[in-house]
């Protein structure tokens, strides 16, 4: 008996993550697992069929060691630090080669409509939304300060997440990460960028 679907999508998110999501055919991914194409055709009838269980999988994984660290600190200003805590944590253990996968796979798969494009906006979408209600949250606990815009903060934070795994994924560097948190630790009123740790 060869590997599960599960296991297929897992292994597949791990191989586009590296040749890309447009990049990996069914027939790629037997050839890595080696397997017949015939047993990957079986779970997936096609490649887009096979794109979207990927982007299923990583949505998964990134709920599992990004979303529900965050869900599970105390409301407010808590669950906002955590959410940037989880994600650059998500980037040290490199989870995914190549950083960020939905990251990446949003920038590749941005400009080409279709279900695949539509599910990784869905999933972008939540995952703002989501750091927008810890930041509206913190506000209404004035844990920040009442002109505090939750939209403008939510942006900025996004914004630093994403050019932490940039420059993470480029230059392979922990210290990038560690920039990161002190510029997020300052922005969230915790300290000075020029503390350790």
Sequence with gaps: MGPSRAAIARAAASLAAVEGLDGLSIGRLASALGI?????SAH??????????IVQEVARVFTEEVVRPALAAPPGLPQLTAVCEAFFAHLERR???GGCF????????GTRPGPVRDLIAAFQSQFGALIRGFAAAAVGRYEL???EDPDRLAFELNGIMLAADTNFVLHDDP????????????RLGGGHADEAG
């Design 44 to 53: 997936f009838g096609s490649k887009q069929e096979l794109q979207l269980a």
């Design 102 to 109: 939905m990251a990446g796979a949003a920038l590749e798969m």
């Design 95 to 97: 989870t995914f080669p």
């Design 36 to 40: 017949p194409k015939s047993r990957v």
């Design 175 to 186: 210290a990038v990460l560690l920039l990161a948190r002190q510029i997020v630790r300052q």
């Design 145 to 147: 300060p009442a002109g």
